[in-house]
């Protein structure tokens, strides 16, 4: 364990982390405040219905965005000690507050005019689309005022006591900072959006959805010791140490160049190790083909997906089990994939070629899934791809974990890799010079500067 991660005191970073989360969810907010404007024109430019059960989702995001992650708790106590700090910003804290209850109420009538407008197709439109536009704007000046002004008075006024008892004066389960349940049902929702969000909007444009989810596991699962790896001459990975427990999500991170994929390369089999050893529950992968690690467990999805662009969706999937033949159970999987990426299932007679970044990284990760992996390597998933499918993907890589496999993610995205990892690792031109928990390296000084742009 190095030591930077451990220095800092805990009360320090739960303030920053607090901090750090009001403004992701803004930012996420401001997202799908983009989203319904892009859906709002298209309603009165070209004449399209609105889609019903995506601008609920929508609103129910709203709601359950202000009502519970973020509001009554967050802010309101947040509100409250920022008054008594600073007197001259209570008038525009209350205006705020009040926001928040007309909020609610402009929720209700926006989802009746909805329901209105598509009865009442297309003279019901004008009404609907009028206090849609306001209920936005209204939104985006409360995030503005927030960000602009209350969180910065907020981190320069309130003290770690302040933020800790902001923290503590919440019920644990429904904790909007920290707890997971809420936040469970927001990406839930979220993930709803992203599904029915046309694909000219960014989403991936399903028609129906339904899903799965299962259970998971724990202890050493690959040990990395002292590896060196080269390409003829040039050295690129120096006496690296990494050891991922079953069941985990570890994180590296590290600059474009830094030996990250070389270092996946390595754990498959595809690049030849110098030095060091790589094991692979206890054993020694030093003599094993690339193939038998697949069969083994241990599935790589590639750098820029690499999906077979001539062929079919359906024969893609059908790839990532060629160490398994074409039984019966290849088939369940399949069936299993059309499951977890309903979107696949929509475009299974497609070339891959045909799909969008986004979706053709869903298919490399179906693909990858289809060799039954215990450990999945993931090389930088959300390369390319827009805000919207990258939180998505992130979302599946969570998921993916609570069936209990275990995930090493290379990401040069690192707030978000990081954000959701259990440990993580920063490699520097091929050596390990960080490691810790997710959350220790997120406020460690160094990464923020180097890697957070913070
Ligand atoms: N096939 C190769 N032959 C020679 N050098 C390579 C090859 N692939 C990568 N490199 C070099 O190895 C270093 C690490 O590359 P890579 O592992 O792709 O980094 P990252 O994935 O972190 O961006 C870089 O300097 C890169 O130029
Ligand atoms: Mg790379």
Request: net charge negative; with cysteine.
């Amino acid at each position: 364990m190095s030591e930077q991660t451990t220095e800092m005191a805990p009360a320090q970073s739960r303030s920053e982390q607090a901090v750090r989360i009001i403004v992701h969810e803004h930012q996420a907010l401001w997202r799908v405040l983009d989203l319904l404007d892009q859906l709002l024109s298209d309603m009165n430019l070209n004449d399209q219905r609105p889609d019903e059960r995506l601008l609920t989702t929508i609103f129910d995001y709203i709601e359950h965005f202000s009502q519970r992650v973020h509001s009554t708790p967050t802010d309101i106590e947040l509100y409250k000690r920022l008054s008594e700090k600073s007197p001259e910003t209570a008038p525009l804290l209350e205006k705020l507050a009040r926001g928040y209850v007309v909020g609610h109420e402009k929720l209700v009538e926006l989802r009746e005019l909805l329901a209105e407008c598509e009865k009442r197709w297309p003279e019901g439109r004008e009404e609907f689309s009028h206090a849609l536009a306001r209920f936005t704007e209204a939104l985006r000046k409360h995030i503005r005022k927030e960000e602009g002004v209350v969180i910065p008075r907020a981190r320069k006024l309130l003290t770690e006591e302040d933020w800790q008892q902001i923290i503590e004066a919440r019920d644990v389960e429904n904790d909007p900072l920290f707890g997971e349940r809420v936040r469970e049902e927001f990406r839930e929702l979220r993930h709803q959006i992203v599904s029915y969000t046309p694909e000219k909007f960014g989403g991936l444009g399903l028609k129906h959805a339904d899903r799965v989810t299962a259970p998971h596991a724990e202890e050493e699962m690959l040990s990395i010791k002292g590896l060196v790896t080269s390409y003829g001459q040039i050295e690129v990975l120096h006496d690296v140490d990494i050891r991922i427990n079953s069941g985990e999500i570890v994180s590296l991170v590290g600059a474009n160049g830094a030996g990250k994929s070389t270092l996946l390369m390595t754990i498959s089999g595809l690049q030849p190790v110098d030095r060091g050893s790589i094991s692979f529950e206890g054993k020694d992968l030093g003599k094993i083909s690339t193939d038998r690690r697949v069969a083994q467990g241990i599935v790589q999805v590639p750098e820029g997906r690499q999906v077979f662009k001539d062929l079919s969706v359906h024969d893609n999937l059908l790839m990532g089990a060629y160490t398994r033949g074409r039984t019966s159970e290849v088939m369940d999987d399949i069936e299993r994939m059309y499951t977890r990426f309903p979107i696949l299932r929509q475009k299974h007679h497609n070339l891959a070629g045909e799909l969008s970044g986004g979706q053709q990284q869903m298919l490399a990760m179906g693909r990858a899934l289809m060799a039954r992996p215990r450990l999945l390597l993931l090389d930088e998933p959300s390369m390319g791809l827009a805000p919207l499918i990258v939180e998505e993907i992130f979302n599946i890589v969570k998921e993916l974990k609570k069936e209990g496999i275990t995930i090493f993610l290379v990401e040069q995205n690192a707030s978000q890799a990081l954000a959701l990892a259990d440990r993580g690792y920063v490699l520097e031109t091929g050596k390990v010079v960080i490691e810790g928990t997710g959350r220790e390296l997120l406020s460690n000084e160094k990464v923020r500067e180097a890697y957070l742009g913070m």
